[in-house]
T-cell receptor
Framework: EAGVAQSPRYKIIEKRQSVAFWCNPI?????LYWYQQILGQGPKLLIQ????????DSQLPKDRFSAERLKGVDSTLKIQPAKLEDSAVYLC???????????FGEGSRLTVL | AQSVTQPDIHITVSEGASLELRCNYS??????LFWYVQSPGQGLQLLLK??????LVQGIKGFEAEFKRSQSSFNLRKPSVHWSDAAEYFC????????????FGSGTKLNVKP
């Protein structure tokens, strides 16, 4: 079974530039999450989708971050413009609803200079 | 509000020694509790989970965890650590009002001495 796919694995940009991350969840997983993991911290939820609808985006900095999940399958997370403090690993996870088990991708590491 | 505290940032144990990683949570009701492991450059993998019932739960790779309501704890244990267990371990609590929402602790990095 294929796991959660993310790309790119690494990205280095200058502040004020934009960046986009892509995630393809496990087939059939209706719930998709984007987490931000800053070095030395645990993952912090940015946004949660159920199919193509947003369930929770309360911690998404909406002035610069956006995410979409068209057709309820893969998802894109965009940052524009990036700030230094956005340097982090962006983790995508998916799950069947109400199972309590998240399946994580390997993450996309962003460095903002 | 839900929160998870992992008091130990780094732990070093010798190979073959026993291990206990601490996790304390704050939640108004009986939570759903999880332990995940993250190897370098990898995503997180579920080790075990507690929803209800027996307070001692078994997981993969020989790990177990015990839910203690009176102490608001869910500590992870392993009787004999292997070098391949070196990784970062995250405790998480799931909100029972939204089974799909999780809060993670800040993690404990485990080093294993040969």
């Amino acid at each position: 079974e294929a796991g959660v796919a993310q790309s790119p694995r690494y990205k280095i940009i200058e502040k004020r530039q934009s960046v986009a991350f892509w995630c393809n969840p496990i087939s059939g997983h209706a719930t998709l999450y984007w987490y931000q993991q800053i070095l030395g911290q645990g993952p912090k939820l940015l946004i949660q989708f159920q199919n193509n609808g947003v369930v929770d985006d309360s911690q998404l900095p909406k002035d610069r971050f956006s995410a979409e999940r068209l057709k309820g399958v893969d998802s894109t997370l965009k940052i524009q413009p990036a700030k230094l403090e956005d340097s982090a690993v962006y983790l995508c996870a998916s799950s069947f609803p109400n199972t309590g088990e998240l399946f994580f991708g390997e993450g996309s590491r962003l460095t903002v200079l | 509000a839900q929160s998870v505290t992992q008091p130990d940032i780094h732990i070093t144990v010798s190979e073959g020694a026993s291990l206990e990683l601490r996790c304390n949570y704050s939640y108004g009701a009986t939570p759903y509790l999880f332990w995940y492991v993250q190897s370098p450059g990898q995503g997180l993998q579920l080790l075990l989970k507690y929803f209800s019932g027996d307070t001692l739960v078994q997981g993969i790779k020989g790990f177990e965890a015990e839910f203690k309501r009176s102490q608001s704890s869910f500590n992870l244990r392993k009787p004999s650590v292997h070098w391949s267990d070196a990784a970062e371990y995250f405790c998480a609590v799931g909100a029972t009002y939204n089974f799909n929402k999780f809060y993670f602790g800040s993690g404990t990095k485990l080093n294993v001495k040969p």
